[in-house]
C-alpha cells in the first residue's frame, strides 16, 4: 500500500515501537484522521499503550492516560473547582480529558455515570463543570480500551455509547518472530524513546480539513447506505446501524483514501473498513447467538450479498 510521506513517516515511528501491527496502527490513525475515536477490546499487555503512545510522540501532541476504576468519579476525568482561601476565588484544574490524545484504560472497570463523562465530551467537544461548559482543544482522539465483557467486574457499554466510536479493533497476539524481535529491541532502552515529532499539531489540522473536503460519488454513498439498511432488516437483528454509523463509514472512507494519496472514495475503500465500523453497531436478537451468528459474521454476509458499484473513475 502506498501512503503519502506523512503518513508513510508516521506508521514507520509507531513500527518502531509495536511490531507486526501495521493494519491496527494504520486504522487507529484513520479514526483519528477522520476525527473519530477507537475502542480497542483486547486482553492486557499486547501493546495498546505503547501504540497510542507512540501516535501521540510522532503527532508532537499531549497524550493522557485515564486509568478506569470502579470507584473513579467524572470529576477525576474532566476536572474540579478548588476554593482557593487565598484569592477568595474557585480555580478549576482541568482533568486528563483536556489532552490531545486520550488512553480510557479499562473504561469498562468504571461506572456508568463516570464512562458517560467520557463519552459526552467525545460526542460534544466540551465538558460541563459546575454548570460552566468548557470546550475541548483539536486534536481530539480518545483510544479506550476494554477487557472481554466475560471478565467480572466489568460495566459494558451500552449500545448507543459504543455508536460514539468510529471503530473497534482488536490486536491480538503477535507471532513468534515479532515476539522475539520485541524482545531484541526492549533488551536494553525502550524503543518508545527515540520516537520523535514528524508532524506538528497545525499539520494535522490541516490534514483533517483537507479530508472533509474529498470527494464521494453518489453511488459509493448509495452503496454506503445500502449496507447500513440491510443491517436493518435482517431478521437476526435486533437493532441495526443507525444513521450515525453511515456518516461514520463515509468519514472513515475518506480518511482512508487520503492516506493513500486519492481525492476521492472508492468502493474498495467501504469494503475494508465495513468490518471495523459497523459490527459494533450491531445487536443481534438472542436466537443469533444460539445459531452461532455473530455481528462479524452477519455484516460479511451482507457485503457478499450487496451489489458492488460499477467501477469507474470517480473523480475528475
Do not use: W
Amino acid at each position: 500500500m502506498e501512503y503519502n510521506k506523512e503518513i508513510a513517516a508516521i506508521l514507520e515511528n509507531i513500527e518502531k515501537v509495536l511490531i507486526g501491527k501495521q493494519r491496527e496502527a494504520m486504522l487507529s490513525l484513520v479514526a483519528l484522521l477522520a476525527d473519530g475515536h477507537v475502542l480497542l477490546e483486547d486482553v492486557p499487555g499486547v501493546g495498546k499503550t505503547m501504540m497510542v503512545r507512540a501516535l501521540s510522540k510522532s503527532l508532537d501532541c499531549e497524550f493522557s492516560r485515564i486509568q478506569f476504576t470502579p470507584d473513579l468519579l467524572p470529576s477525576d476525568v474532566t476536572g474540579v473547582s478548588i476554593y482557593n482561601p487565598k484569592d477568595m476565588e474557585f480555580e478549576f484544574r482541568s482533568g486528563p480529558i483536556f489532552g490531545d490524545i486520550i488512553l480510557a484504560d479499562e473504561i469498562n472497570r468504571t461506572s456508568p455515570k463516570t464512562q458517560s463523562a467520557l463519552l459526552e465530551a467525545m460526542e460534544e467537544m466540551n465538558v460541563t463543570i459546575d454548570g460552566v461548559t468548557k470546550s475541548l482543544k483539536k486534536p481530539f482522539f480518545v483510544m479506550a480500551t476494554q477487557n472481554p465483557v466475560d471478565y467480572e467486574g466489568t460495566y459494558p457499554l451500552p449500545e448507543a455509547q459504543l455508536d460514539r466510536f468510529l471503530m473497534k479493533l482488536s490486536m491480538g497476539y503477535p507471532n513468534e518472530a515479532d515476539e522475539i524481535e520485541m524482545l531484541n529491541r526492549t533488551d536494553q532502552v525502550h524503543p518508545i524513546e527515540s520516537v520523535k515529532p514528524v508532524i506538528h499539531r497545525e499539520q494535522l489540522l490541516d490534514m483533517q480539513k483537507q479530508i472533509e473536503g474529498l470527494y464521494v460519488d453518489g453511488t459509493v454513498k448509495q452503496y454506503i447506505v445500502q449496507l447500513t439498511a440491510a443491517t436493518r432488516d435482517n431478521p437476526y437483528v435486533h437493532l441495526g446501524v443507525s444513521p450515525r454509523g453511515s456518516i461514520a463509514l463515509m468519514k472513515a472512507a475518506k480518511a482512508y483514501a487520503y492516506v493513500q494519496n486519492r481525492e476521492y472514495v472508492i468502493p474498495d475503500d467501504v469494503m475494508y473498513l465495513a468490518p471495523y465500523v459497523l459490527p459494533h453497531r450491531i445487536m443481534l436478537r438472542p436466537e443469533a447467538r444460539y445459531e452461532g451468528i455473530t455481528p462479524a459474521k452477519l455484516l460479511q454476509n451482507i457485503l457478499e450479498e450487496v451489489d458492488i458499484p460499477v467501477r469507474r473513475e470517480l473523480h475528475g
